[in-house]
């Protein structure tokens, strides 16, 4: 199927992708975390796109879920916005970004 092919391809041509649709709250609040870190997203906005429907059912066959955002670092899957959030917060994307984060440790 031409739609998982572009998925894939997406995903492995960028280290940061984002499936999401313009108008999502969700997928606003994923794009800010990426803005924090100052990384600029791959982002695929299926509402804007003539295949977009296409391209979410091929999301949720190789990642179970058809909601977005739909995140992916460096080729693997991250989640959606609470688990980018999440991840943003315990400083697991930063690490995931290979970026040096400016949280100070905890003494």
Do not use: W
């Amino acid at each position: 199927m031409a739609n998982s092919a572009f998925v894939k391809k997406t995903i492995s041509s960028h280290s940061v992708v984002i499936f999401s649709k313009s108008y999502c709250p969700y997928c606003r609040r994923a794009k800010a975390v990426f803005k924090e870190l100052k990384q600029v997203p791959y982002v695929v906005e299926l509402d804007e796109r003539d295949d977009g429907g296409n391209i979410q059912n091929a999301l949720s066959e190789i990642v179970g879920r058809r909601t977005v955002p739909q995140v992916f670092i460096n080729g693997k899957h991250l989640g959606g916005s609470d688990d980018t959030v999440e991840a943003y917060e315990n400083g697991e994307l930063a690490k995931l970004l290979g970026i040096a984060t400016t949280e100070k440790e905890d003494l």
